[in-house]
């Protein structure tokens, strides 16, 4: 991994948040359809190789690209590249992105909107390359290697190598969990019993209103990003993402309690059981089927689901017995 370097570069005051926020959701999308590489623009005007993109001219049109190098030479709208470089010889009127790779601007190339680095480095030839003066460079220097790796083999993306910094993430990780499961089962115990309950009764409900109101959210923070103004978008996006992460947390704090105090009860049927390895039980389970190949993707679904299912059922007044 690359030393860590974060640049950010203004020439006059202006807020580089939004294109960052657009960045991670294109991000998210390639995350997602991880192997799918496309370049946005007419067959006549993109020249392609094993490793190589070239671009004539696709003035109106955005470059997209999934694990290789594009070339601008004549003329480009925007163009993002994962995990691959960016080298302008041409023009390109919008913002120029890479994940995982390098923006190289050629002599007399030009760049009329942001250049956003993740993982590589912006590097014109230049000493005073041809830009729009107020636009963004913003450089985030760590991680090539592996946004490049993951390129080469997209399945790394669902079935990490066991490495020793693997195995200590997840131990991390779990202690992390245990912490925050059992300060918030203690501060509002109520909420979480609650929970379960509606879980243990209405598990069909809370987990159908969970995966059809993420889908929902998924779906307008993407078109927010893409349709709104720049700060509007930021501003729903990150919204919308705190949110989410808020559910995910909820839901997994409620199942690792659930899913630790039945596993408990079968192992110990005694009566005075401890909450603490109740709750140790279950963050040590979730976090092996975290762990898992393949198999994590769609606990992170459940989990994501659990808790924005919980949330928007949290006002139901249905009579729950207690467990």
């Known amino acids: 991994m690359n030393a860590g370097l974060i640049s950010v570069h203004k020439d006059r005051t202006s807020s580089y948040l939004p294109?960052?926020?657009?960045?991670f959701a294109v991000a998210l999308l390639f995350s997602i359809f991880a192997g799918f590489t496309s370049v946005y623009s007419q067959s006549s005007v993109a020249k392609e190789d094993v490793e190589t993109i070239v671009i004539d001219e696709a003035s109106e049109m955005n470059v997209i690209s999934f694990g290789k190098t594009v070339i601008v030479r004549q003329s480009a709208k925007e163009v993002f590249v994962w995990g691959g470089d960016a080298i302008i010889e041409g023009r390109v009127e919008g913002d120029v992105a890479t994940l995982g790779g390098s923006v190289i601007q050629k002599e007399n190339a030009y760049i009329g909107g942001a250049v956003i680095v993740i993982g590589g480095a912006y590097k014109p030839e230049s000493k005073t390359p041809l830009r729009v003066e107020g636009k963004e460079t913003v450089m985030f220097g760590m991680f090539e290697e592996e946004f490049r790796g993951m390129t080469q083999d997209p399945s790394q993306i669902l079935a990490p190598s066991l490495t020793p910094a693997f195995l200590a993430q997840r131990v991390l990780s779990a202690l992390f969990w245990f912490v925050v499961t059992f300060a918030f089962a203690t501060i509002a115990p109520g909420a979480v019993s609650?929970?379960?309950?509606?879980?243990?009764?209405?598990?069909?409900?809370?987990?159908?209103?969970?995966v059809a109101t993420l889908i929902g959210i998924t779906v307008f923070l993407i078109a927010s990003l893409q349709l709104l103004p720049d700060y509007a978008g930021a501003v729903v996006g990150f919204m919308g993402f705190a949110l989410l992460m808020l559910a995910y947390g909820f839901g997994r704090i409620v199942l690792q309690v659930s899913v630790g105090k039945a596993i408990n009860k079968r192992i110990n049927s005694a009566p005075g059981r401890s909450e603490a390895v109740s709750i140790l039980i279950g963050v040590l389970f979730w976090t092996l089927?975290?762990?898992i190949p393949y198999v994590w993707t769609f606990a992170v679904v459940a989990l994501f689901s659990a808790g924005v299912g919980l949330i928007l059922t949290a006002g139901s007044k249905v009579g729950?017995?207690?467990?």
């Not at 609650?194 to 969970?210: H, K, N």
Request: aromatic share 10%.
């Open 19 to 23: 294109r960052i926020a657009r960045g």
């Open 194 to 210: 609650r929970a379960i309950m509606r879980l243990q009764f209405s598990s069909l409900r809370v987990v159908g209103f969970g």
């Open 320 to 323: 729950w017995k207690s467990a």
């Open 289 to 291: 089927l975290l762990s």
